[in-house]
Protein backbone atom coordinates (compact mmCIF):
# COMPACT_ATOMS: atom_id res chain seq x y z
CA UNK A 1 0.00 0.00 0.00
CA UNK A 2 3.08 2.51 0.83
CA UNK A 3 4.27 1.72 -2.60
CA UNK A 4 1.15 2.60 -4.01
CA UNK A 5 0.90 5.68 -2.50
CA UNK A 6 4.31 6.79 -3.25
CA UNK A 7 3.50 5.88 -7.25
CA UNK A 8 0.53 8.42 -7.43
CA UNK A 9 2.46 11.14 -5.48
CA UNK A 10 3.99 12.66 -8.48
CA UNK A 11 0.84 12.09 -10.56
CA UNK A 12 -1.18 14.38 -8.12
CA UNK A 13 1.66 17.42 -8.44
CA UNK A 14 0.88 16.92 -12.32
CA UNK A 15 -2.44 17.09 -12.05
CA UNK A 16 -4.39 20.41 -12.23
CA UNK A 17 -7.73 19.86 -9.86
CA UNK A 18 -9.64 22.10 -12.41
CA UNK A 19 -9.19 18.62 -15.09
CA UNK A 20 -10.46 16.54 -12.16
CA UNK A 21 -13.96 15.71 -12.92
CA UNK A 22 -16.42 16.40 -10.57
CA UNK A 23 -17.74 13.28 -9.82
CA UNK A 24 -14.43 12.11 -8.59
CA UNK A 25 -14.11 14.41 -5.91
CA UNK A 26 -16.32 14.35 -2.75
CA UNK A 27 -15.45 18.15 -2.32
CA UNK A 28 -15.52 21.15 -4.80
CA UNK A 29 -11.67 21.98 -5.31
CA UNK A 30 -10.64 25.62 -5.94
CA UNK A 31 -9.65 26.19 -9.89
CA UNK A 32 -6.89 28.36 -8.25
CA UNK A 33 -5.54 27.82 -4.69
CA UNK A 34 -4.23 30.48 -2.69
CA UNK A 35 -0.58 30.10 -2.22
CA UNK A 36 -0.55 29.33 1.30
CA UNK A 37 -2.99 27.15 0.94
CA UNK A 38 -3.20 23.54 2.58
CA UNK A 39 -3.20 21.02 -0.08
CA UNK A 40 -6.47 18.71 0.03
CA UNK A 41 -6.30 15.78 2.33
CA UNK A 42 -5.87 12.61 1.31
CA UNK A 43 -9.22 10.34 2.25
CA UNK A 44 -10.65 13.50 -0.41
CA UNK A 45 -9.45 11.59 -3.51
CA UNK A 46 -9.42 8.13 -4.19
CA UNK A 47 -5.69 7.09 -5.89
CA UNK A 48 -6.74 4.41 -7.44
CA UNK A 49 -9.70 5.98 -9.14
CA UNK A 50 -6.94 9.16 -10.02
CA UNK A 51 -4.67 6.21 -11.16
CA UNK A 52 -7.43 4.68 -13.77
CA UNK A 53 -8.98 8.29 -14.88
CA UNK A 54 -5.40 9.22 -15.71
CA UNK A 55 -4.61 5.95 -17.42
CA UNK A 56 -7.52 6.21 -19.66
CA UNK A 57 -6.93 9.54 -20.20
CA UNK A 58 -2.74 9.09 -21.81
CA UNK A 59 -4.22 6.04 -23.66
CA UNK A 60 -7.24 7.98 -25.83
CA UNK A 61 -5.53 10.49 -26.55
CA UNK A 62 -1.78 8.54 -27.49
CA UNK A 63 -3.46 6.12 -29.51
CA UNK A 64 -7.31 5.47 -31.11
CA UNK A 65 -8.25 2.46 -29.60
CA UNK A 66 -11.14 3.79 -27.86
CA UNK A 67 -12.35 6.25 -30.00
CA UNK A 68 -15.51 6.38 -28.47
CA UNK A 69 -14.32 8.31 -25.20
CA UNK A 70 -14.58 11.80 -26.68
CA UNK A 71 -15.80 14.73 -24.68
CA UNK A 72 -19.27 16.09 -25.83
CA UNK A 73 -18.56 19.45 -28.53
CA UNK A 74 -21.85 21.70 -27.32
CA UNK A 75 -23.72 20.82 -24.20
CA UNK A 76 -22.88 18.20 -21.48
CA UNK A 77 -25.22 15.42 -21.85
CA UNK A 78 -25.40 11.58 -22.43
CA UNK A 79 -21.98 11.13 -24.45
CA UNK A 80 -22.42 9.22 -27.10
CA UNK A 81 -19.58 7.71 -29.18
CA UNK A 82 -18.95 7.47 -32.73
CA UNK A 83 -19.62 3.59 -33.10
CA UNK A 84 -23.33 4.47 -30.98
CA UNK A 85 -23.68 7.55 -33.22
CA UNK A 86 -23.45 5.44 -36.45
CA UNK A 87 -25.91 2.80 -34.63
CA UNK A 88 -28.57 5.29 -33.97
CA UNK A 89 -28.85 7.03 -37.52
CA UNK A 90 -28.94 3.61 -39.04
CA UNK A 91 -32.10 2.75 -36.49
CA UNK A 92 -33.35 6.64 -36.96
CA UNK A 93 -32.95 6.30 -41.11
CA UNK A 94 -34.23 2.75 -41.23
CA UNK A 95 -37.40 4.10 -39.20
CA UNK A 96 -37.85 6.58 -41.81
CA UNK A 97 -38.01 4.43 -44.28
CA UNK A 98 -40.66 2.57 -42.96
CA UNK A 99 -42.83 5.56 -43.06
CA UNK A 100 -41.73 6.21 -46.96
CA UNK A 101 -39.31 8.82 -46.42
CA UNK A 102 -36.42 8.50 -48.66
CA UNK A 103 -32.99 9.46 -46.28
CA UNK A 104 -30.32 9.61 -48.60
CA UNK A 105 -30.25 13.51 -48.41
CA UNK A 106 -30.00 13.85 -45.08
CA UNK A 107 -26.39 11.98 -45.05
CA UNK A 108 -24.95 15.25 -44.01
CA UNK A 109 -27.54 16.41 -41.43
CA UNK A 110 -27.43 15.55 -37.88
CA UNK A 111 -29.92 13.47 -36.78
CA UNK A 112 -31.84 12.95 -33.68
CA UNK A 113 -30.26 10.43 -31.24
CA UNK A 114 -33.69 8.46 -30.78
CA UNK A 115 -36.46 7.39 -32.72
CA UNK A 116 -38.92 8.92 -30.72
CA UNK A 117 -37.78 12.62 -31.33
CA UNK A 118 -37.76 11.89 -35.35
CA UNK A 119 -41.21 10.58 -34.99
CA UNK A 120 -42.28 13.76 -33.11
CA UNK A 121 -40.74 15.92 -36.07
CA UNK A 122 -42.57 14.08 -38.44
CA UNK A 123 -46.10 13.70 -36.42
CA UNK A 124 -45.99 17.39 -35.96
CA UNK A 125 -45.47 18.35 -39.55
CA UNK A 126 -48.14 15.71 -40.67
CA UNK A 127 -50.16 17.82 -38.40
CA UNK A 128 -49.50 20.89 -40.07
CA UNK A 129 -50.85 19.38 -42.87
CA UNK A 130 -47.72 17.91 -44.87
CA UNK A 131 -47.72 14.84 -46.70
CA UNK A 132 -45.02 12.15 -47.06
CA UNK A 133 -44.74 13.68 -50.47
CA UNK A 134 -44.54 16.66 -49.36
CA UNK A 135 -41.66 15.76 -46.71
CA UNK A 136 -39.89 13.90 -49.81
CA UNK A 137 -39.56 17.16 -51.30
CA UNK A 138 -37.75 18.98 -49.01
CA UNK A 139 -36.02 16.39 -46.56
CA UNK A 140 -33.93 18.64 -45.15
CA UNK A 141 -37.12 19.80 -42.40
CA UNK A 142 -36.80 16.92 -40.48
CA UNK A 143 -33.39 18.14 -39.39
CA UNK A 144 -35.20 21.24 -37.63
CA UNK A 145 -36.15 20.68 -33.49
CA UNK A 146 -39.88 21.07 -33.27
CA UNK A 147 -39.34 23.32 -29.81
CA UNK A 148 -36.16 25.17 -31.38
CA UNK A 149 -37.36 25.80 -34.94
CA UNK A 150 -40.56 25.03 -35.96
CA UNK A 151 -42.90 26.19 -32.87
CA UNK A 152 -41.05 29.67 -32.92
CA UNK A 153 -41.32 30.22 -36.58
CA UNK A 154 -45.08 29.19 -37.23
CA UNK A 155 -46.21 31.21 -33.85
CA UNK A 156 -44.31 34.56 -35.33
CA UNK A 157 -45.55 33.84 -39.18
CA UNK A 158 -49.38 32.98 -37.32
CA UNK A 159 -48.82 36.51 -35.50
CA UNK A 160 -47.96 38.11 -38.66
CA UNK A 161 -51.14 37.44 -40.22
CA UNK A 162 -51.04 33.64 -41.95
CA UNK A 163 -53.44 31.56 -40.62
CA UNK A 164 -53.51 28.51 -39.10
CA UNK A 165 -55.20 26.44 -41.35
CA UNK A 166 -53.03 27.86 -44.39
CA UNK A 167 -49.98 26.79 -42.44
CA UNK A 168 -49.26 24.20 -44.12
CA UNK A 169 -49.70 24.97 -47.31
CA UNK A 170 -47.35 27.76 -46.76
CA UNK A 171 -44.59 25.30 -45.17
CA UNK A 172 -44.92 23.42 -48.43
CA UNK A 173 -44.59 26.01 -50.31
CA UNK A 174 -41.39 28.13 -48.89
CA UNK A 175 -40.43 25.06 -46.41
CA UNK A 176 -36.80 26.55 -45.86
CA UNK A 177 -38.70 28.96 -43.53
CA UNK A 178 -38.05 26.56 -40.71
CA UNK A 179 -34.28 27.09 -40.49
CA UNK A 180 -34.79 30.40 -40.55
CA UNK A 181 -33.96 33.12 -37.08
CA UNK A 182 -36.99 34.84 -36.10
CA UNK A 183 -35.01 38.00 -34.95
CA UNK A 184 -32.26 37.76 -37.82
CA UNK A 185 -34.02 36.81 -40.60
CA UNK A 186 -38.16 37.14 -40.54
CA UNK A 187 -38.71 40.17 -38.36
CA UNK A 188 -36.36 42.31 -40.46
CA UNK A 189 -38.36 41.34 -43.62
CA UNK A 190 -41.26 42.52 -42.14
CA UNK A 191 -40.32 45.54 -40.86
CA UNK A 192 -38.92 46.58 -44.36
CA UNK A 193 -42.68 45.97 -45.69
CA UNK A 194 -44.19 47.96 -43.17
CA UNK A 195 -41.67 50.16 -43.99
CA UNK A 196 -42.55 50.54 -47.69
CA UNK A 197 -46.26 51.08 -46.79
CA UNK A 198 -47.67 47.41 -46.87
CA UNK A 199 -50.53 47.61 -44.49
CA UNK A 200 -50.27 45.37 -41.84
CA UNK A 201 -53.11 43.53 -42.32
CA UNK A 202 -51.73 42.25 -45.56
CA UNK A 203 -48.59 40.95 -44.53
CA UNK A 204 -49.55 37.88 -44.26
CA UNK A 205 -51.31 37.97 -47.94
CA UNK A 206 -48.28 39.29 -49.34
CA UNK A 207 -46.13 36.51 -47.57
CA UNK A 208 -48.97 33.88 -49.03
CA UNK A 209 -48.26 34.70 -52.75
CA UNK A 210 -44.82 35.39 -52.52
CA UNK A 211 -42.95 33.60 -49.38
CA UNK A 212 -39.74 33.50 -50.82
CA UNK A 213 -39.48 37.40 -49.81
CA UNK A 214 -38.45 36.13 -45.83
CA UNK A 215 -35.11 34.76 -47.88
CA UNK A 216 -33.96 37.94 -49.18
CA UNK A 217 -31.19 40.68 -48.13
CA UNK A 218 -32.93 43.83 -47.24
CA UNK A 219 -29.80 45.42 -49.09
CA UNK A 220 -30.31 43.36 -51.99
CA UNK A 221 -32.87 43.38 -54.93
CA UNK A 222 -35.52 44.71 -52.83
CA UNK A 223 -34.17 47.97 -52.18
CA UNK A 224 -33.04 48.66 -55.55
CA UNK A 225 -36.44 47.50 -57.24
CA UNK A 226 -38.08 50.22 -54.79
CA UNK A 227 -35.64 52.85 -55.42
CA UNK A 228 -35.33 52.30 -58.87
CA UNK A 229 -39.31 52.78 -59.46
CA UNK A 230 -39.27 55.47 -57.29
CA UNK A 231 -36.59 57.44 -59.60
CA UNK A 232 -38.72 57.05 -62.78
CA UNK A 233 -41.92 58.72 -61.09
CA UNK A 234 -43.84 55.94 -59.06
CA UNK A 235 -44.99 57.67 -56.10
CA UNK A 236 -43.51 55.98 -52.80
CA UNK A 237 -47.22 55.65 -50.86
CA UNK A 238 -47.84 53.63 -53.94
CA UNK A 239 -45.34 51.68 -53.42
CA UNK A 240 -47.24 49.19 -50.75
CA UNK A 241 -50.20 48.70 -52.65
CA UNK A 242 -47.78 47.73 -55.52
CA UNK A 243 -46.83 45.18 -53.51
CA UNK A 244 -49.80 43.75 -52.13
CA UNK A 245 -50.98 43.73 -55.70
CA UNK A 246 -47.73 41.79 -57.22
CA UNK A 247 -45.34 41.47 -54.53
CA UNK A 248 -42.84 39.64 -57.14
CA UNK A 249 -40.83 42.45 -58.43
CA UNK A 250 -39.45 43.02 -55.34
CA UNK A 251 -37.54 39.91 -56.18
CA UNK A 252 -36.57 41.34 -60.00
CA UNK A 253 -33.07 42.78 -60.67
CA UNK A 254 -33.29 45.89 -62.16
CA UNK A 255 -30.44 45.83 -64.33
CA UNK A 256 -31.72 42.31 -66.29
CA UNK A 257 -35.47 42.58 -65.73
CA UNK A 258 -36.96 45.92 -64.87
CA UNK A 259 -34.91 48.87 -66.59
CA UNK A 260 -34.74 46.79 -69.89
CA UNK A 261 -38.46 46.73 -70.13
CA UNK A 262 -39.13 49.96 -68.84
CA UNK A 263 -36.18 51.66 -71.57
CA UNK A 264 -38.26 49.51 -74.17
CA UNK A 265 -41.62 51.12 -73.82
CA UNK A 266 -39.52 54.60 -73.39
CA UNK A 267 -38.63 54.03 -77.08
CA UNK A 268 -42.11 53.34 -78.34
CA UNK A 269 -42.69 57.04 -76.78
CA UNK A 270 -44.54 56.32 -73.57
CA UNK A 271 -42.93 59.29 -71.33
CA UNK A 272 -41.86 57.78 -67.92
CA UNK A 273 -44.81 59.70 -65.80
CA UNK A 274 -47.32 57.32 -68.04
CA UNK A 275 -45.51 54.56 -67.53
CA UNK A 276 -45.12 55.49 -63.56
CA UNK A 277 -49.10 55.75 -63.35
CA UNK A 278 -49.31 52.70 -65.47
CA UNK A 279 -47.20 50.13 -62.70
CA UNK A 280 -48.99 51.77 -59.99
CA UNK A 281 -52.35 50.73 -60.94
CA UNK A 282 -51.00 47.52 -62.56
CA UNK A 283 -48.02 46.42 -61.17
CA UNK A 284 -48.03 43.18 -62.52
CA UNK A 285 -47.29 44.74 -65.93
CA UNK A 286 -43.38 44.49 -64.57
CA UNK A 287 -43.69 40.50 -65.01
CA UNK A 288 -44.21 40.71 -68.56
CA UNK A 289 -41.03 39.14 -70.41
CA UNK A 290 -39.76 41.67 -72.59
CA UNK A 291 -37.98 39.40 -75.05
CA UNK A 292 -40.50 36.23 -75.12
CA UNK A 293 -43.45 38.69 -74.95
CA UNK A 294 -43.92 42.13 -74.86
CA UNK A 295 -41.58 43.04 -78.62
CA UNK A 296 -43.03 39.99 -80.19
CA UNK A 297 -47.15 41.51 -79.24
CA UNK A 298 -45.56 44.95 -80.84
CA UNK A 299 -44.16 43.45 -83.90
CA UNK A 300 -47.79 41.52 -84.05
CA UNK A 301 -49.33 45.01 -83.85
CA UNK A 302 -47.51 46.60 -86.84
CA UNK A 303 -47.96 43.07 -88.76
CA UNK A 304 -52.03 43.66 -88.28
CA UNK A 305 -51.57 47.52 -89.80
CA UNK A 306 -50.84 49.26 -86.42
CA UNK A 307 -49.05 52.73 -86.91
CA UNK A 308 -46.17 53.04 -85.10
CA UNK A 309 -47.17 56.16 -83.51
CA UNK A 310 -50.25 54.49 -82.32
CA UNK A 311 -48.45 52.50 -80.28
CA UNK A 312 -47.95 54.44 -76.94
CA UNK A 313 -51.78 55.25 -76.99
CA UNK A 314 -52.83 51.88 -77.55
CA UNK A 315 -50.30 50.52 -74.25
CA UNK A 316 -51.24 53.20 -72.44
CA UNK A 317 -54.90 52.76 -73.02
CA UNK A 318 -54.98 48.85 -72.83
CA UNK A 319 -51.44 47.68 -70.93
CA UNK A 320 -52.45 44.13 -71.03
CA UNK A 321 -52.23 43.70 -74.80
CA UNK A 322 -48.77 43.70 -74.39
CA UNK A 323 -48.81 40.36 -71.91
CA UNK A 324 -51.28 38.40 -74.19
CA UNK A 325 -51.15 35.68 -76.48
CA UNK A 326 -51.58 38.45 -78.93
CA UNK A 327 -51.06 36.95 -82.25
CA UNK A 328 -53.91 34.41 -81.98
CA UNK A 329 -56.39 37.12 -80.56
CA UNK A 330 -56.10 39.65 -83.17
CA UNK A 331 -56.17 36.67 -85.87
CA UNK A 332 -59.83 35.44 -84.80
CA UNK A 333 -60.64 38.90 -84.07
CA UNK A 334 -60.08 40.23 -87.52
CA UNK A 335 -61.49 37.25 -89.50
CA UNK A 336 -64.59 38.09 -87.43
CA UNK A 337 -64.94 41.51 -87.81
CA UNK A 338 -64.14 40.77 -91.85
CA UNK A 339 -67.30 37.90 -91.73
CA UNK A 340 -69.93 39.32 -89.35
CA UNK A 341 -69.42 43.68 -89.33
CA UNK A 342 -68.14 43.27 -93.43
CA UNK A 343 -65.06 45.62 -91.83
CA UNK A 344 -61.56 44.94 -93.85
CA UNK A 345 -58.12 44.96 -92.21
CA UNK A 346 -57.75 48.50 -92.68
CA UNK A 347 -60.83 49.36 -90.88
CA UNK A 348 -60.06 46.85 -88.23
CA UNK A 349 -56.55 48.01 -87.37
CA UNK A 350 -58.49 51.56 -87.57
CA UNK A 351 -60.46 49.60 -84.37
CA UNK A 352 -57.82 48.43 -82.30
CA UNK A 353 -56.21 52.23 -82.58
CA UNK A 354 -58.80 53.67 -80.96
CA UNK A 355 -60.31 51.16 -78.62
CA UNK A 356 -57.49 48.17 -78.41
CA UNK A 357 -59.83 46.29 -75.34
CA UNK A 358 -61.91 45.05 -78.79
CA UNK A 359 -58.99 42.41 -78.88
CA UNK A 360 -60.06 40.35 -75.75
CA UNK A 361 -64.12 41.40 -76.17
CA UNK A 362 -66.43 38.27 -76.10
CA UNK A 363 -67.94 37.98 -79.40
CA UNK A 364 -71.50 37.50 -78.67
CA UNK A 365 -70.80 40.95 -76.76
CA UNK A 366 -70.34 42.72 -79.94
CA UNK A 367 -72.81 40.80 -81.89
CA UNK A 368 -75.83 42.65 -79.59
CA UNK A 369 -75.17 46.38 -79.81
CA UNK A 370 -74.72 45.08 -83.57
CA UNK A 371 -77.96 43.43 -84.11
CA UNK A 372 -79.72 46.18 -82.39
CA UNK A 373 -78.59 49.04 -85.04
CA UNK A 374 -79.42 46.69 -87.73
CA UNK A 375 -82.71 45.92 -86.33
CA UNK A 376 -83.33 49.47 -86.68
CA UNK A 377 -82.99 49.58 -90.44
CA UNK A 378 -79.45 50.89 -90.59
CA UNK A 379 -77.91 49.08 -93.48
CA UNK A 380 -74.98 46.74 -92.58
CA UNK A 381 -72.36 48.98 -94.64
CA UNK A 382 -73.38 52.17 -92.27
CA UNK A 383 -73.18 50.19 -89.41
CA UNK A 384 -69.64 49.13 -90.24
CA UNK A 385 -68.79 52.68 -90.47
CA UNK A 386 -70.24 53.12 -87.42
CA UNK A 387 -67.80 50.96 -85.36
CA UNK A 388 -64.66 51.68 -87.64
CA UNK A 389 -65.50 55.45 -86.61
CA UNK A 390 -67.07 54.21 -82.99
CA UNK A 391 -65.56 51.32 -81.83
CA UNK A 392 -67.02 51.80 -78.28
CA UNK A 393 -70.49 51.46 -79.62
CA UNK A 394 -69.62 47.42 -79.41
CA UNK A 395 -69.46 47.28 -75.83
CA UNK A 396 -72.38 49.67 -74.89
CA UNK A 397 -75.35 47.76 -73.54
CA UNK A 398 -78.45 47.38 -75.43
CA UNK A 399 -81.02 48.68 -72.67
CA UNK A 400 -78.84 52.00 -73.19
CA UNK A 401 -78.60 51.84 -77.05
CA UNK A 402 -82.57 51.48 -77.42
CA UNK A 403 -83.35 54.10 -75.02
CA UNK A 404 -80.84 56.65 -75.97
CA UNK A 405 -82.10 55.69 -80.01
CA UNK A 406 -85.98 56.07 -78.93
CA UNK A 407 -85.28 59.53 -77.28
CA UNK A 408 -83.31 60.73 -80.86
CA UNK A 409 -86.56 59.43 -82.93
CA UNK A 410 -89.75 60.57 -80.61
CA UNK A 411 -88.33 63.70 -78.82
CA UNK A 412 -85.63 64.93 -80.92
CA UNK A 413 -86.88 63.66 -84.17
CA UNK A 414 -83.87 64.06 -86.10
CA UNK A 415 -82.70 62.18 -89.53
CA UNK A 416 -80.75 58.71 -88.86
CA UNK A 417 -78.08 60.81 -91.26
CA UNK A 418 -76.90 62.55 -87.84
CA UNK A 419 -76.52 59.59 -86.04
CA UNK A 420 -74.34 58.26 -89.25
CA UNK A 421 -72.22 61.03 -88.79
CA UNK A 422 -72.16 61.25 -84.92
CA UNK A 423 -72.14 57.45 -83.79
CA UNK A 424 -70.56 58.79 -80.31
CA UNK A 425 -73.85 59.77 -79.25
CA UNK A 426 -74.72 56.52 -78.21
CA UNK A 427 -71.96 56.34 -75.86
CA UNK A 428 -73.04 59.64 -73.75
CA UNK A 429 -75.28 59.18 -71.09
CA UNK A 430 -79.12 60.02 -71.83
CA UNK A 431 -80.55 60.98 -68.27
CA UNK A 432 -76.99 63.21 -67.08
CA UNK A 433 -75.81 64.52 -70.34
CA UNK A 434 -78.20 63.70 -73.90
CA UNK A 435 -81.71 65.25 -71.73
CA UNK A 436 -80.85 68.47 -69.91
CA UNK A 437 -79.09 69.81 -72.96
CA UNK A 438 -81.19 69.22 -74.98
CA UNK A 439 -83.93 70.47 -72.92
CA UNK A 440 -81.70 73.83 -72.63
CA UNK A 441 -81.67 74.64 -76.46
CA UNK A 442 -84.90 73.61 -76.90
CA UNK A 443 -85.91 76.13 -74.15
CA UNK A 444 -83.76 78.52 -76.07
CA UNK A 445 -84.71 77.93 -79.61
CA UNK A 446 -81.32 76.88 -80.70
CA UNK A 447 -80.65 73.72 -83.03
CA UNK A 448 -77.62 72.17 -83.45
CA UNK A 449 -75.59 69.55 -84.13
CA UNK A 450 -74.89 66.19 -81.75
CA UNK A 451 -71.18 66.77 -81.79
CA UNK A 452 -71.93 70.80 -81.24
CA UNK A 453 -74.47 69.52 -78.43
CA UNK A 454 -72.58 66.85 -76.27
CA UNK A 455 -68.91 66.50 -77.38
CA UNK A 456 -67.87 69.47 -74.83
CA UNK A 457 -67.79 70.09 -70.77
CA UNK A 458 -70.40 71.39 -69.05
CA UNK A 459 -68.31 74.37 -68.63
CA UNK A 460 -68.16 74.86 -72.27
CA UNK A 461 -71.78 74.09 -73.30
CA UNK A 462 -72.67 77.11 -71.07
CA UNK A 463 -70.41 79.22 -72.60
CA UNK A 464 -71.58 78.16 -76.00
CA UNK A 465 -75.45 78.84 -74.96
CA UNK A 466 -74.27 82.65 -73.83
CA UNK A 467 -72.67 83.52 -76.53
CA UNK A 468 -74.72 85.03 -79.20
CA UNK A 469 -73.27 83.16 -82.16
CA UNK A 470 -72.32 79.32 -82.57
CA UNK A 471 -69.02 78.81 -83.39
CA UNK A 472 -67.39 76.50 -85.93
CA UNK A 473 -67.09 73.12 -85.05
CA UNK A 474 -63.98 71.14 -84.51
CA UNK A 475 -62.48 67.90 -83.28
CA UNK A 476 -62.06 67.48 -79.59
CA UNK A 477 -58.87 67.49 -77.73
CA UNK A 478 -56.22 65.55 -79.12
CA UNK A 479 -52.59 64.65 -77.37
CA UNK A 480 -49.22 63.74 -79.04
CA UNK A 481 -47.27 60.96 -76.75
CA UNK A 482 -44.21 62.47 -75.60
CA UNK A 483 -45.45 66.29 -76.56
CA UNK A 484 -48.28 68.83 -75.38
CA UNK A 485 -52.05 68.62 -74.84
CA UNK A 486 -53.24 70.39 -78.08
CA UNK A 487 -56.53 72.67 -78.09
CA UNK A 488 -58.92 73.45 -81.13
CA UNK A 489 -57.60 76.35 -82.17
CA UNK A 490 -53.99 75.53 -82.04
CA UNK A 491 -53.50 77.18 -78.52
CA UNK A 492 -50.89 75.25 -77.07
CA UNK A 493 -50.52 74.50 -73.27
CA UNK A 494 -47.56 75.75 -70.89
CA UNK A 495 -45.30 74.08 -69.47
CA UNK A 496 -46.31 74.41 -66.34
CA UNK A 497 -49.38 72.30 -66.98
CA UNK A 498 -47.08 69.77 -68.36
CA UNK A 499 -47.85 67.32 -65.41
CA UNK A 500 -51.63 67.78 -65.04
CA UNK A 501 -51.65 66.74 -68.83
CA UNK A 502 -50.46 63.85 -68.08
CA UNK A 503 -52.69 63.18 -65.48
CA UNK A 504 -55.28 64.03 -67.52
CA UNK A 505 -53.92 61.78 -70.36
CA UNK A 506 -53.96 59.08 -68.10
CA UNK A 507 -57.41 59.63 -66.23
CA UNK A 508 -59.09 59.47 -69.72
CA UNK A 509 -56.92 56.65 -70.84
CA UNK A 510 -55.69 54.47 -68.16
CA UNK A 511 -58.27 54.75 -65.37
CA UNK A 512 -59.79 51.54 -64.13
Known sequence: ????????????????????????????????????????????????????????????????????????TVTWGVVQGRREKLVSRVIVCDFLKTLGIVPEELEHLELPSTVEIMRERVEFLQKLGLTIDDINEYPLMLGCSVRKNMIPVLGYLEKIGIQRSKMGEFVKNYPQVLHASVVVELAPVVKFLRGIDVEKQDIGYVLQKYPELLGFKLEGTMSTSVAYLVSIGVCPRDIGPMVTQYPYF??????????????????????????????????????????????????????????????PF????????????????????????????????????????????IVSLNQNVIMKPVEFLLGRGIPSEDVAKMVVKCPQLVAVRVELLKNSYYFFKTEMGRPLKELLEFPEYFTYSLESRIKPRYQRLKSRGIRSSLNWLLNCSDQRFEERLQGNYIETESIGPTFCMGGKLELPGNEIVSDEDDESDDEVLYRRTVSL
Not at 282 to 301: F, H, M, Q, S, W
Not at 316 to 335: D, E, H, M, W
Open 1 to 72: MTSLIRRTKPIKAFLNPAQIPHNLTQTPIPTQPHQNQCPPQPQTLNPLRVLQFVTVSTQSSSSSKFPEYEMP
Open 250 to 311: LGMRVGTMIKPLVDYLVSLGLPKKILARMFEKRAYILGYDLEETVKPNVECLLSFGIRREAL
Open 314 to 357: IIAQYTQIIGLPLKAKLSVQQYFFNLKLKIDPEGFSQVIEKMPQ
